[in-house]
């Protein structure tokens, strides 16, 4: 197999487990600081390789995760899609930045996300608490913080091999 393809492959492999983690009960309280493991992958992805997933497959990530959590049809792929655009558009910006502005970026993004199912359950007339909108952000961000501090070893250890 080539490495293009083990890169989709697992790409895939991902997304699968992302869905997987999303319907996972958690216990009591920390349910509501259960991430949007789709979420944090299509930020993470559209970062660090824009070209593995794209819009079509952050819509079918965010159908699925619709049909699997039982939201409005295209609630979550609204968001997906919104996601995917925005981290593909400022990708090779948002990786010259710091580790703590990229941190912020992806509070920011992971918001919105919130900010966008916030709004279509407002019209919709579904009412949801504050706590579980807040906690899937923070979680989120901490995933992505430490998905950030992996990603910068890995490169710095990769650079001092090729130095020696």
């Known amino acids: 197999m080539s490495d293009e ?5 697992i790409g895939w492999i991902g997304l699968i487990a992302a869905l ?7 216990p009591g309280l920390l349910d509501a600081f259960n991430p949007n493991w789709v979420a944090v ?4 992805v559209s970062v660090t390789d824009p070209r593995r997933f794209g819009l079509v497959s952050a819509f079918f990530g965010g159908i699925a995760l ?3 959590t039982g939201a409005l049809m295209g609630q979550n792929a609204l968001a997906m899609i919104t996601l995917s655009y925005l981290g593909t558009r400022f990708h090779l910006r948002v ?10 970026w992806t509070v920011l993004l992971l918001a919105l996300y ?4 916030f709004w279509i359950d407002g019209v919709a007339g579904r009412s949801v608490g504050a706590f579980e909108r807040l906690g ?3 979680s989120g961000s901490l995933v992505l913080f430490m998905a950030w501090i992996m990603r910068d070893v890995d490169h710095r250890e990769l650079n001092m091999r090729i130095e020696s």
């Open 95 to 104: 990786r010259a930045f710091p580790l703590s502005q990229i941190v912020g």
């Open 66 to 68: 619709d049909v699997m």
């Open 5 to 9: 393809a083990r890169r989709y492959v």
């Open 41 to 44: 992958l299509f930020i993470y």
């Open 114 to 117: 919130q900010f966008i199912l």
């Open 20 to 26: 997987a983690l999303c319907v996972v009960p958690w």
């Open 136 to 138: 899937p952000i923070v």
